[in-house]
């Protein structure tokens, strides 16, 4: 274990924050811990272009109602390893590649003595990393989705473009270039809080802008074209599978404008033991929009932790 720089003030977390490198496959990555009481530990899968410091207020969240809490930088993000010379470009290969950062979670989790049973909060596309985890049988024994990414939210006319670019991304060298309408900048620095699609809460919107503007190692741009193929074949590849056997809700707020939301509805009236629960007028970042709307989601996902130790 390796000690890793932890922008403590900056995520604004509870005390006592373990922050390590992990070797995953190729790449290095960023794992941070909280311990907190003996009821069990929430593996927190964050979504692209995150890092472990937007989660502080969200461990905090947890760990006061006596949950511990383990994070992560997937590879390509935060500060984990990124694999292409432009450090601004989300890039994986093949979403693969995000089930060893997964695994080495888990690993570290137990390596760290963290209390067991182990459950999941998974956002964004961490929750389609996370659906592929349960799938696999990663050790939890409920899960809370966030606007997970079970399909890629594009216009209608942009997705036969993106599936040939996708296709012939590899074979033309295309893979490391920016997906069509992205580029290197941030999204929270190239839009103002007024009309974002992100929160609606102008204190947590300050709160991410503030982490990427303090420490700019920590954005990230658009995805690269292999990223967004890896994520369309992924998105196909998990729809066609049966839900997990295991107890889920998945939190969505009504205003949700980044991920596409019929496959969310599709997976979840499938899910003989999940439960959707809808957030009036809620954007992407349900945990990332005011006081009341977080409440209710860490209260309810507790409740679901709780009832499954």
Not at 254 to 276: C, F, S, Y
Request: charged fraction near 20%; charge should be neutral.
């Amino acid at each position: 274990m390796t000690p890793a720089p932890f922008h403590a003030a900056l995520a604004d977390g509870p005390p006592g924050a373990v922050a390590v490198w992990v070797q995953s496959g190729a790449a290095r990555i960023r794992l941070a811990w909280w311990k907190a009481g003996s009821k069990g530990t929430v593996l927190l899968l964050p979504g692209r272009t995150e890092c472990i410091e937007k989660y502080g207020r969200a461990a905090a969240d947890l760990t006061a109602r006596g949950y511990s809490v383990i994070t992560i930088d997937w590879r390509g993000q935060g500060l984990a390893d990124r694999s292409l010379p432009d450090r601004l470009m989300g890039h994986v290969g093949d979403f693969a590649e995000y089930q060893q950062d997964l695994d080495a979670l888990v690993a570290e989790a137990r390596r760290a003595d963290l209390p067991e049973p182990f459950h999941m909060i998974a956002h964004s596309m961490g929750g389609c990393i996370g659906l592929r985890g349960l799938m696999r049988g990663v050790p939890v024994r409920s899960a809370v989705f966030s606007a997970p990414m079970f399909g890629i939210s594009m216009a209608a006319w942009l997705r036969p473009v993106a599936v040939l670019v996708g296709a012939l991304s590899a074979p033309l060298g295309l893979g490391a270039r920016y997906a069509p309408t992205t580029g290197p900048q941030s999204y929270l620095q190239q839009v103002p809080f007024l009309g974002n699609v992100l929160t609606s809460d102008r204190e947590m919107w300050d709160y991410m802008l503030g982490q990427v503007r303090e420490v700019p190692e920590l954005a990230l741009g658009g995805p690269s074209i292999a990223w967004l193929h890896a994520a369309m074949q992924e998105c196909a590849a998990l729809s066609v599978q049966p839900a997990p056997d295991l107890p889920a809700i998945c939190a969505l707020g009504t205003a949700e404008k980044v991920v596409d939301v019929a496959p969310i509805h599709l997976r979840m009236a499938g899910w003989a033991k999940g439960q959707l629960d809808l957030y009036p007028g809620a954007e992407h970042e349900i945990m990332m929009e005011g006081p009341a709307v977080r409440a209710r989601f860490f209260d309810r996902a507790v409740a679901l932790f709780d009832a499954n130790r």
